[in-house]
């Protein structure tokens, strides 16, 4: 799913300002946290509800009075584990994107500007979903899921889709693959939905036509295999850009 955001959905994926430090608190040990401590509120309250004509409606408030009070405890302490988290959003970004702080909020910026894409593997536009979508911006690209990397869109080596990535088991699988002129972290998706890989793709070429789009490809009479060939390709890319 390719989508252009309007200024409400920009803002909604704005928390306090910053799409980063909102798709950052998609995860954290907390929220697992909270939502046992919820879980177990609400299922004392039933089983309270259940044994009042059986025990007695006031040993059914004590009962549910033991466990709901740790639960509320597991509550507080989920908040607070989760708010510390989140107020690191910043330096998972730095150190994982590799990029300075300026950098960083120079990202957000250009995320509220009329060109910023979002785009997908679904078709979710829920709060969690959106947590959890890829964005292109003029100079910056984010991939689709959990990690806290960005990366610069000049960066960016190749991006594309494939039926033919091979497996560990020998086999071969579909898979959706992104990767950068260091070529220590990218992208890989396997098994993705075909379709909105290849609107990724063809959206990703469009924003940056130096970036190879192809799994098998050939330059100067020479074939190349992106997957397998990843540190030539790499090369072939840095020596035909000038980049070092």
Sequence with gaps: MVLVPDDKLKRKMSKNGSVLQFMYSATGVGKGLIAMGAMLVGISIMLAAALANTIGTASAIRMAAIIIVPSILLIVLGSHMQKKKESGWIKAYMEQSKMGEQEVYQIDQEFRQPDTVLFSLDKGKD???????????KNYIKFPGLSSCVF????????????KYLCQDGGYDRALVAYPLNGEYGFLQDSPPEKASLEIVKLVGERNPK????HHFAYEGKEYDAVRGLDEVIALHKQVYGRT
């Excluded at 869109?153 to 494939?162: E, I, N, P, Q, S």
């Design 152 to 163: 610069r869109l000049d960066d960016m080596v190749a991006c594309f889709y494939t039926k």
């Design 211 to 214: 970036i190879i789009t192809e």
């Design 127 to 137: 709060t969690n979903s959106l947590k959890r979508i890829g964005f292109i911006t």
